[in-house]
C-alpha cells in the first residue's frame, strides 16, 4: 500500500510542480496584465492545490483540517486579490483596451459617475505602457 501512495504522491506533486511552472511562464511571456493575472492565478492556484492533495496522501488524517484550510485560504484569497491588482491596472490604465472584446467596467464606471479618461489621459502618463 506505501507503493501506491507513494506513485499517487509521486504523480501529483509532479503535476503540481508543472501547473507552477506553467504559471510562472506564462507570467513572464504574456503581453498584458489581464492575461499575467490568468496565468498566475489559475494555474498557480491549481498547482498549489495539487501539491496539497498530494501531501495530504502521505500524511495522517489528523493533519487534514491544516491542509484543508491552506486551501481554503489560497481559493479565497486569490480571486480576491487579482480581481483588486486588475481594478487597479484598468484604472492607472496598466493594460490595453484594444485588447479588450467588451468594457463591461467603463460602462459601470459612468453610470455611477467616475468614468476613466481612456487615452487621453494615458498618453501624457509615462506608467501607461508599463
Known sequence: MTVVRDAITAVLFSAGALFCLLGALGLLRF???MSRLHAAAKAQTLGVLLILVGAAVQMSPSHAPVLLLVALFQLFTVPITGQIIART?????GLDRDRLLRDELADRLARDGTPVDGQ???EGDDDAER
Open 120 to 122: 487621453d489621459s494615458a
Open 89 to 93: 491596472a484598468y484604472r492607472t490604465h
Open 31 to 33: 503581453p498584458d496584465t
